[in-house]
């Protein structure tokens, strides 16, 4: 008898994951093959979809079949791990719809169509997962498609947000230089004279509809780009659900979000005063920022302190690790210098051959002024370092991409969320230090503070200005203020969160993760191992922490 239930189990999960495997065919990747790219499928290499209204309206009408298939797939006898596939594609096809039908992206920002040209080539750049002559023919191949896009991009637009325009237009000039600059010296090894030709044709067609679509925006949708940017509440809401699946009601969590923030401020003001009772925290912060090293000492200072992080990791009992490799430290590469600060550049979980992983540090250029080089190594001050190496390596973004491999299905390998991959990184941060990294150095922790503080700025600077409770000015002054950033910076991040608008998942993951911790060490009582748990919770993949909490604690407690 038990034999034949698990059969029958076995067998409604198989019947589940046909299902989903036509969903990321049909409904997926048909529409994004770029994303296809960078999961390691390679067959949708040479495709990019037009952008044109008819094409959005076939995929809506491709989710909402796809949506009717899920929704009636009898759930009984599925185990608990497919029944819970069954709600990440169910919940992933909303937000999908949710963003083509009530967001509209592809009608209200312009940048949609232009970062997304470079997006689609920066993927086959980036990994050697064939020879360049092989990649180079994908390239050409999508570069003949981008021109349409933008076509697409000049019926489709309907008055756009101002700010959207402005940011599209601000992006422009270096996404032109990516094309002049960048891809041609990603493919200099290239010696084929042919296929080279071919190449700066389609290459030139691209730098061409670029420079013409910059005259379009400037000239035809600035002028009457009036549009607002805010969700409203209720879409708010619903994009939570969807992507996060968090349904806590928004005035809850915002309450929540002050809470830590000010939690987070007197431990800020309370460290600082043990490095120097006499000073403002802010004239301390000027001088750790001075704490950096040289910039040709950089790289090996991150090489260091990820032997440091990994040898406290395995001595202390924090995570397992699954494989003692090590991401490979390098400088970033030339064409993702404009882009990128520093980076975890991992393989997609189902790439075959370019399986390295790459934490890339972007260094000064040789010919930047002594301040510009100044400026640009506080940024990689004692503190920064070591949160940089904690949040994108050991054990952050790394360590759960090394634990990925071992998600139990194709849906969890490919379906997660916000609030668990960036959740997990900050957690990280905080409970590296809480469990004795660094001593106690206060240094280490007024820094861990700061990057705290800036992720509470952007929970409540989302909530609020996309709730029409804050203007674009006052979320400027909140980070400045109560977040505790220099005003260019909060000026940068207000920017980020009009079209970000659930940036808050950085400090909903962490405050999830540590909610979910208490509630599991409790559950265990003397069994409890810290170890335990980070492995247990990264098992499941980096799905919604409701869908991690429902495994590791058998029931659907509140997840805040």
């Not at 005259?215 to 940017?229: I, Y």
């Amino acid at each position: 008898m038990f034999l034949t239930v698990l059969c029958f189990g076995q067998a409604r999960d198989a019947e589940l994951a046909r299902l989903a495997d036509r969903y990321f065919d049909e409904a997926v990747y048909r529409f994004d093959p770029v994303s296809g790219t960078a999961a390691g499928f390679h067959q949708y290499d040479s495709l990019l979809p037009d952008g044109s209204k008819a094409q959005v309206d076939a995929q809506i009408a491709i989710l909402k079949k796809h949506l009717a298939e899920v929704g009636a797939f009898d759930g009984r006898g599925l185990s608990s791990t497919a029944a819970a596939d069954r709600e990440l594609v169910t919940s992933q096809i909303q937000g999908t719809l949710l963003e083509l039908e009530t967001i509209r992206p592809w009608e209200r920002n312009p940048d949609t169509y232009s970062s997304g040209a470079s997006n689609a080539i920066f993927v086959i750049m980036s990994r050697n997962f064939a020879p360049a002559a092989e990649r180079l023919k994908a390239v050409i191949a999508r570069e003949r498609l981008i021109p349409r896009t933008f076509q697409s991009a000049r019926a489709n637009l309907r008055d756009p947000p101002r700010i959207y325009t402005e940011i599209a237009l601000e992006q422009l000039p270096g996404i032109v230089s990516f094309f002049e600059n960048d891809v041609p010296s990603a493919f200099k090894q290239v010696t084929g004279t042919a296929l080279l030709a071919q190449f700066q044709t389609s290459n030139r067609g691209v730098i061409d509809a670029l420079h013409s679509y910059q005259q379009f925006l400037k000239s035809q949708v600035l002028p009457v780009s009036k549009g607002d940017f805010r969700l409203g509440p209720e879409t708010y809401a619903r994009k939570l659900r969807y992507d996060e699946m968090v349904d806590t009601p928004l005035d809850r969590l915002l309450a929540l979000g002050f809470e830590n923030l000010r939690q987070n401020q007197a431990e800020f003001r309370r460290v600082a005063a043990r490095i120097d009772p006499k000073r403002t925290p802010a004239e301390i912060l000027q001088d750790l920022e001075r704490d950096h090293p040289a910039p040709d000492q950089l790289l090996n200072t991150f090489r260091g302190v990820l032997g440091g992080l990994k040898e406290f990791i395995e001595r202390h009992n924090i995570v397992t690790m699954p494989s003692p490799v090590p991401p490979i430290v390098e400088e970033t590469p030339p064409f993702m210098r404009a882009l990128t600060f520093a980076s975890m550049d991992t393989p997609g979980p189902f790439e075959q051959v370019a399986k390295e992983a790459f934490f890339n540090v972007t260094l000064p250029e040789p010919n930047w002024p002594r301040q510009q080089v100044e400026e640009h190594m506080e940024g990689f001050n004692r503190g920064t370092v070591i949160s940089t190496a904690v949040h994108e390596v050991y054990p952050g973004h790394y360590t759960q991409f090394l634990w990925l491999k071992q998600a139990p299905t194709k849906v969890r390998k490919l379906i997660g969320c916000s609030s668990n991959a960036e959740g997990w990184a900050h957690y990280s941060e905080q409970m590296m230090l809480d469990e004795g990294y660094g001593n106690g150095d206060p240094k280490l922790r007024l820094g861990q503070l700061q990057d705290a503080l800036l992720r509470n700025a952007r929970y409540i600077v989302g909530i609020e200005m996309h709730t029409g409770k804050m203007t674009y000015e006052q979320g400027i002054d909140f980070f400045v203020k109560e977040g505790y950033q220099t005003r260019a910076n909060g000026e940068r991040e207000t920017k980020r969160g009009t079209s970000d608008p659930t940036y808050l998942y950085y400090t909903l993951g962490k405050l999830q993760i540590l909610k979910l911790r208490q509630d599991y060490k409790q559950m265990k009582g003397t069994k409890y191992s810290l170890e335990e748990f980070h492995n247990n919770f990264m098992k499941q993949g980096y799905p919604p922490i409701r869908i991690v909490r429902r495994a590791l604690l058998g029931n659907d407690s509140p997840v805040l």
